[in-house]
């Protein structure tokens, strides 16, 4: 199984995960309860992530989505657009071939 270099992140795991630091940066006020309460959820998920380290996934190919994704759009092909006179036929004011338009900076 291949290692990754995570530089100088070590492993995140319950004992030292400090809830209180945590709250302080994220700006909240937690009382004790909530801080055991919080404690306890994400002991919860870093033991889950734990869990989850020990599948081996040497030959599960990376993916950036877990389904294929497809693009439903039409191909790319050149048509025939609009004439200008077209295009400017139910213009409410037009000049010299193009749209006129109230002036939005003096």
């Known amino acids: 199984m291949p290692t990754t ?4 992140f070590l492993p995140m795991s319950a004992a030292n995960f400090d809830v209180r630091y945590v709250a302080h940066l994220a700006r909240l006020e937690l009382t004790p309860a909530e801080e055991q309460k919080l404690g306890a959820q994400l002991n919860n998920i870093l033991g889950y992530i734990e869990k989850l380290k020990e ?3 040497s030959t599960v190919e990376p993916t950036a989505h877990a389904v294929p994704m497809v693009n439903v759009t039409r191909p790319d092909e050149v048509r025939p657009g609009l004439s200008n006179e077209e295009a400017l036929r139910n213009a409410p004011a037009k000049a010299g071939g193009l749209f006129v338009v109230p002036k939005i900076v003096e």
């Open 5 to 8: 270099n995570f530089g100088s």
């Open 55 to 57: 599948l081996d996934v």
